[in-house]
């Protein structure tokens, strides 16, 4: 049977986008809409398995419909550049998937999903289609069904003939008699003033359509209504006509080109790392993929070698330490290899690790190592005893910088887009999955030496591109040696108090508890909070609140739904609170409580240093940098990490607005600048500027306005953006955001001249030479154009203040080692540092670490850093 499957992609894109906080991929664009847009795309195809399939867009803001009336759609406000700048994405991902997207100037998607599902079902289709529009319901019939998302994209109604029936007591085609009488105020079709959806019905019910009703206002009851169809005859026409669906597009393409084959593992897996969806990778079947088969690769000679003897180890040498394992610490090292001007050998690992041959290699200074990811290598080895130095050169690093947005930096993409090849991909090698395991030793030498053999052959052309680019410092002075503190970090761990996080836990516990009682007290009755069926019944049968939206299984529970219900009851408030805090101890006390190590009591956090294309650090198992603080009990988990020796403290120290005074640095603007010279409060300066009024007029509202723009220009802050974070209209915020351009007219010309020069370039770059490329800047896409408008103003000063914490974190390390303070670095948290050290030691690292970290980058305004101690990090805030 032939299925054609229809999908409205505005439509479906809009729900997406509202229905999803605003997500951004590791490039830093906002993916949201894009992501919810491919999971329903991925349960599409799984359920309904289509043989033909089109994704239809709008074409542009003006149809034929404009020309019958030109308000047609006239209140809609302006699509917001978060969501507009995501459709060429989604446009990429029916791409990958080898889906036909199509759109017809003058007409809209409603219309060319009307013709395509008219014609399909002449020929015998079956017909889907998937919108979040109630006007499709018109195109109802015996072949063609509509799949009708609800507030969200994950909630669906599918509607035959009888649902829609059952819904609204009529035949499909009179949908457009319902929109002609009622209209449609998100279309802003006028329909006929007073008559509701209520109304429409009943005059339907007995009238059939429109124009009956209109010839039989004599026998309509009540005089109102009756005027009211009088006046608006016309109306309600014009109403019918323009909600009514074209099913006479002219498509240049038939019904067989639709025709849907499937899609290529290999493209959509590429699309999905582009993306950053690495959670959807799973999702998407690779079986009989090319892909998947070993590649046949030119002969390499190397040499399996039992025992690692000093020759094997000349200087320099590309070192690989394997660890297959994601998270590497204490993981078994498969296997180890080099390759150096004598050739390439594998070291089997228990040999090697108590090499004296090796481990004087590793030890060494002098002898220079080339690595792929030194501190992996660092941590790795440190777990079996081995201290890694010499590191002269990171192919991985060095591949991140010359290109931070690409989606891989693994060897083996590195070989191929340089153009040497030779090395396989390790899923090849090792399967993936729960598949994924070491093949036998022969193979493991020959991929391990391949790698070993395709850095030693890379080095000198990454390097001098690196050159080229002015780069090799910033690779050689902060990246490689911060990789090697990052490692020493990562082994060194974190104390987490466990009997503390238990405690929290249990205390968390009895809170919850109490909010069950009292919750069930305002109920009345006893029911598991948990089920959102039961509390449904609870919250809109029971105690009548009103339901704000509905799902399948009944009344919709979520935190939107209850936020909005806040003030109506008691009972709102307590499960707010009930709900936050079990997330709290769900995620944050049990989670922790999982990664604590068994043997050293610590949790020992991955830093991801080739991730962010601002250059920004991240964390991983556990993510530390997502420990929420808004929340008083959230900020008390910091109480569990604390000092690993007896009596030590915890220092803990804060760059304040950096972000703001690198701006004030590269912009030159001379109010910002003047606020930080004297010491003055920023946002309070802000205020006094934008609103133009004395310090002591300055309201709270007024400062927390003027935060949220001075935060927000650093991000590229759109109208949106800025009234979605003050809660007021977008004309508001494009107001407060064009008088704070004007207050501070160097940040207004630095936004035009850095727009302008990456134009020329194509690319953006940090005082200290880390580039970002933006090849969208040239886009004829107005939506893709724009966003990397925004991300070449904030990229120079989010990417400069990631530079200047990584340059203050390997200057601490310098420093702790020459002073011989009994510290150890501990964490990055954003742009703070967290130390453990000695009672007798506090002061001078207080000392130190301001003294270091404020100079770390000369600036023309101060770095100011903020820094305490005591018993935890939470003490020590």
């Not at 991730?611 to 997502?626: E, I």
């Not at 893709?784 to 914490?805: C, H, K, L, V, Y």
């Not at 540092?833 to 270091?852: G, H, N, R, S, Y």
Request: charged share 30%; aromatic share 8%; with cysteine.
């Amino acid at each position: 049977m032939k299925k054609l499957v229809l999908i409205d992609g505005n439509s479906i894109a809009y729900r997406a986008f509202f229905a999803l906080p605003l997500l951004n991929n590791e490039k830093g664009e906002y993916t949201n809409a894009v992501y919810g847009f491919t999971t329903m795309l991925l349960k599409v195809l799984e359920d309904e398995k289509p043989s033909h399939m089109l994704v239809a867009f709008d074409a542009g803001k003006s149809t034929f419909r404009h020309q019958t009336y030109a308000a047609y759609k006239g209140t809609r406000q302006k699509t917001p550049s978060e969501l507009s700048g995501q459709i060429p994405m989604i446009h990429q991902v029916l791409d990958a998937f080898s889906i036909k997207r199509y759109e017809v100037d003058e007409y809209e998607a409603d219309d060319i999903i009307g013709t395509a599902a008219t014609n399909a079902a002449k020929e015998g289709f079956d017909v889907v289609v998937i919108t979040g529009d109630k006007d499709l319901l018109q195109l109802v019939d015996d072949r063609v069904e509509v799949v009708l998302t609800k507030k969200g994209i994950s909630e669906v109604d599918r509607y035959n003939r009888e649902k829609v029936a059952e819904r609204y007591g009529l035949e499909p085609k009179q949908i457009i008699d319902l929109k002609g009488l009622m209209g449609d105020s998100s279309d802003n079709i006028p329909g006929v003033p007073g008559v509701g959806e209520k109304t429409a019905l009943k005059l339907l019910a007995e009238f059939r359509d429109v124009e009956t009703v209109l010839d039989s206002i004599d026998a309509i009851s009540g005089k109102k209504l009756k005027e009211r169809l009088q006046e608006n005859k016309d109306q309600a026409l014009l109403s019918k006509k323009l909600a009514t669906i074209a099913l006479d597009v002219p498509l240049a393409e038939t019904l067989d080109s639709f025709e849907y084959g499937g899609y290529e593992y290999k493209q959509v897996k590429e699309a999905f790392k582009e993306l950053s969806f690495h959670s959807l990778l799973g999702r998407i079947d690779g079986n009989g993929d090319e892909e998947s088969a070993p590649q046949q690769l030119t002969e390499l000679d190397f040499d399996i070698v039992e025992e690692p003897l000093p020759e094997h180890f000349s200087s320099p040498s590309a070192l690989v330490v394997e660890v297959l394992a994601e998270n590497y610490h204490q993981a078994e090292i498969a296997g180890m290899a080099v390759a150096n001007e004598k050739g390439c050998f594998y070291f089997p690992t228990e040999k090697a690790v108590k090499s004296d041959a090796f481990r004087a290699f590793a030890r060494s200074q002098e002898k220079k190592k080339w690595l792929f990811d030194a501190k992996r290598a660092v941590v790795a080895l440190a777990w079996h005893g081995v201290d890694l130095n010499g590191v002269d050169f990171d192919l991985q690093m060095a591949s991140y910088l010359l290109d931070p947005s690409l989606s891989s930096h693994e060897i083996s993409d590195i070989a191929t887009r340089k153009g040497t090849g030779g090395v396989a991909e390790d899923e090849a090698v090792y399967g993936k999955g729960a598949k994924r395991s070491l093949p036998e030793e022969a193979a493991l030498a020959e991929h391990l030496c391949r790698k070993a053999n395709a850095m030693f052959t890379l080095k000198s052309t990454l390097e001098d591109e690196l050159a080229q680019n002015e780069q090799l410092e910033l690779l050689k002075k902060l990246e490689m040696p911060l990789s090697v503190v990052l490692g020493r970090m990562e082994k060194e761990g974190v104390r987490v108090d466990r009997e503390q996080l238990e405690e929290m836990g249990k205390d968390l516990s009895d809170r919850l508890n109490t909010l069950e009682k009292a919750i069930h007290k305002e109920a009345g009755e006893p029911f598991n909070i948990n089920s959102p069926k039961q509390l449904g019944v609870i919250l809109f049968e029971k105690l009548g609140l009103p339901p704000v939206k509905k799902t399948k299984t009944g009344y919709s529970t979520s935190a939107d739904v209850l936020e909005k219900l806040a003030g109506t009851h008691p009972i709102i408030e307590h499960l707010l609170l009930y709900r936050q805090l079990g997330k709290l101890y769900s995620t944050y006390i049990e989670g922790l409580l999982k990664v604590i190590d068994s043997e050293t009591g610590k949790v020992h956090t991955r830093f991801n240093q080739a991730l962010t294309q601002t250059g920004r650090l991240s964390s991983t198992d556990p993510n530390l940098q997502n420990i929420p603080i808004r929340l008083e009990e959230g900020r008390k988990i910091r109480k569990a990490f604390v000092a690993s020796k007896e009596g030590w403290k915890i220092v803990a120290a804060d760059y304040s607005q950096i972000e703001l005074r690198v701006l004030a640095h590269i912009s030159g603007d001379e109010r910002m600048k003047e606020a930080f010279l004297t010491g003055m409060d920023i946002h309070t300066k802000t205020a006094m500027d934008v609103f133009h009024v004395k310090r002591e007029e300055v309201t709270d509202l007024m400062r927390r306005s003027a935060k949220a723009v001075n935060f927000g220009i650093v991000y590229g802050i759109s109208d949106y953006g800025l009234s979605q974070s003050l809660g007021i209209t977008r004309k508001e915020a494009k107001d407060f955001i064009d008088r704070y351009l004007a207050s501070y007219p160097q940040v207004k010309a630095y936004m035009e001249n850095v727009v302008k020069e990456a134009k020329e370039k194509g690319y953006v770059q940090t005082l200290l030479a880390r580039r970002r490329y933006l090849p969208e800047l040239k886009s004829r896409n107005f939506n893709q154009r724009s966003f990397a408008e925004r991300t070449a103003m904030n990229t120079p000063i989010q990417g400069t203040a990631a530079d200047i914490i990584k340059r203050a974190m390997v200057k601490m390390s310098e420093a702790l080692e020459e002073t011989g303070l009994k510290a150890n670095m501990l964490l990055q948290v954003h742009d703070e540092l967290i130390f453990e050290v000695a009672p007798d030691d506090v002061e001078p690292l207080q000392e130190l670490v301001t003294e270091v970290m404020e100079q770390a980058l000369e600036l023309d305004v101060p770095l100011q850093v903020d820094v305490s101690s005591g018993n935890s990090w939470f003490d020590a805030k």
